[in-house]
């Protein structure tokens, strides 16, 4: 019995999850990022956003979209003034045609230029000496209406689209932030079921070795060398040992669930994870790694987005508080002729021109909205300057705890070590102590089932550390790019497109 329980114990506790069968999936931690980041729901949700805010962003460059304009119109009136009342003579008919095609575009310096060709034909019998009864008269005409204190400038012009240039940068860190989240999880889940299973052949090895006992102790019972309560002992800790069984196939179950849902893997195979936890040490630098993390974190470059846009609207703000002053100028050929042809002729020599500039202002008394406004815009700024200082402190907080995080797992680790290799040498000397009667059979299991806890914290242990370095990874930011994932507003933009073109 010495040599057959012993063999058990050591080829128990050193099993291994077993190869992939038929109906299991073998998949590596890199294989279930590449899923996670392509085929995950919240991950999917997320990169509309960024398409919405490209989007958004178009919208707002349609200001310099050219403006084309055609008006046109015919009037026709038949008049008769009192002095042809009197006279009896002739009423008056009037025809008019107006036909007048234009285009205006916004200039990035706040103004407006335009041009138009104004057409009007005129049909009267209104003139005495009947010298034109019917005429052409065309004008080409170019205008333009430039701010000169107020609304002046690129900045004030193009207000919307830059905010939503740093929308979009917004949406692109909340994205990265989603997938690095993302990441993170798939790590910690995927490592959690190899733990889970690695627990699970632990329970079984134990299970194995309480059966086996009770069926030694049986033998020894009908021998008379053991008295029968030994055999009740035995078979407690056989039920015991299935209980816990059963609890570890249901978690391994359910962590199966878990991570395809999380992968969005369709197949309702059992999951291997071909990746071991790594044992490595992890190089840790304390101050370079919050240097990193304040620079990489896409939840800092979030804000720090939100914080120019707040102070591009507040400088804009303090141009609103200023008076209105538009220079308004326009410049004209002019044309005139019975002939439509000779009438171009005319436009076209320059020899008939007209020009004005004018100046307009206006300016509230007290000007209270725009001061308002301002005042209000400030405000934002500050408090957008306070969330940055407040999520940079939590940010560098969050990667110290972290390497602790790392430093202390790892020397569980080694502990933990240390207590399965006493555990393990602890039973090999109860079973010796057993075979010759003095430890009973519920002192072997007692003292198998500590090296079965002592196995699991081992286990538990690998893991938490590696959780501890993914975490690390995350607090610094710096996990997308271990994990070769490059994000850009590509993304984005391709979702965008797509929907454009359908």
């Known amino acids: 019995m010495k040599v057959s329980i012993v063999t058990i114990v050591l080829a128990a506790f050193c099993a291994v999850p077993a190869l992939a069968q ?134 004030n012009t193009e207000l919307n689209i830059t905010v939503a240039k740093y929308n979009k940068d917004g949406s692109l860190e909340r994205f990265r932030t989603r997938l690095l989240d993302t990441v993170a999880r798939v790590r910690i889940e995927y490592n959690r079921l190899h733990t889970l299973r690695a627990e699970l052949e632990v329970r079984k090895s134990s299970l194995q070795l309480a059966r086996k006992i009770l069926g030694d102790t049986q033998g020894r019972i009908k021998a008379g060398v053991l008295p029968a309560m030994e055999s009740l002992n035995a078979e407690f800790g056989v039920a015991g040992r299935e209980k816990d069984l059963i609890d570890a196939e249901r978690a391994v179950m359910n962590q199966n669930d878990a991570l395809r849902v999380l992968l969005q893997i369709p197949v309702q195979e059992e999951i291997i994870p071909v990746d071991v936890p790594s044992k490595e040490p992890f190089q840790v630098k304390a101050d370079e790694m919050v240097r990193r993390a304040l620079a990489e974190r896409p939840e800092i470059r979030e804000q720090q987005a939100n914080l120019r846009s707040s102070e591009l609207q507040s400088r804009v703000a303090r141009n609103q508080t200023l008076p209105d002053l538009n220079l308004n100028a326009s410049a004209s050929l002019n044309g005139l002729d019975m002939n439509y042809n000779r009438n171009l002729e005319k436009v076209g020599s320059g020899d008939y021109p007209a020009w004005g500039v004018a100046l307009q202002f206006s300016y509230p008394l007290g000007n209270n909205a725009a001061e308002s406004e301002y005042v209000r815009s400030r405000l934002r700024v500050d408090q957008t300057k306070t969330q940055v200082r ?85 607090a610094t930011g710096e996990l997308l790019e271990r994990e070769g994932i490059n994000v850009t507003e590509q993304e984005g933009n391709s979702l965008y497109e797509q929907y454009r073109k359908k």
Do not use: C
């Not at 402190?393 to 933990?416: F, H, W």
């Not at 059979?441 to 003292?447: A, E, F, K, N, Y």
């Open 22 to 155: 038929e109906g299991v999936l073998r998949l590596s931690l890199k294989e279930a990022i590449r899923q996670a980041v392509e085929k995950n729901l919240d991950v999917k949700a997320e990169l509309y956003n960024p398409a919405i805010a490209e989007g958004d962003v178009r919208k707002n460059l349609g200001i310099y979209d050219t403006l084309l304009t055609l008006s046109t119109g015919f009037d026709y009136s038949i008049t008769q003034p009192a002095s042809a009342f009197l006279s009896g003579a002739e009423i008056n008919r009037l025809k008019r045609f107006n036909l007048t095609p234009g285009a205006s575009q916004l200039l990035s310096t706040g103004g407006t230029v335009g041009l138009s060709f104004d057409n009007l034909y005129t049909n009267t019998n209104a003139d005495p000496a009947r010298f034109m009864s019917h005429y052409w008269q065309s004008d080409a005409t170019v205008t333009l209406s430039q701010p000169l204190l107020k609304n002046r400038g690129k900045e």
């Open 390 to 474: 407040s999520l940079e402190a939590n940010v560098a907080n969050e990667v110290k705890t972290a390497i602790r995080g790392v430093e202390a797992t790892y020397k569980q680790i080694e502990v933990t070590d240390r207590g399965s290799a006493f555990a393990e040498e602890r039973l090999r000397s109860f079973i010796k102590r057993n075979e010759v009667g003095l430890a009973t059979t519920r002192d072997v299991l007692d003292v198998e089932n500590d090296l079965a806890a002592a196995r699991n914290g081992q286990i538990q242990a690998l893991a938490g550390y590696n959780d501890a370095i993914t975490q690390l990874l995350r």
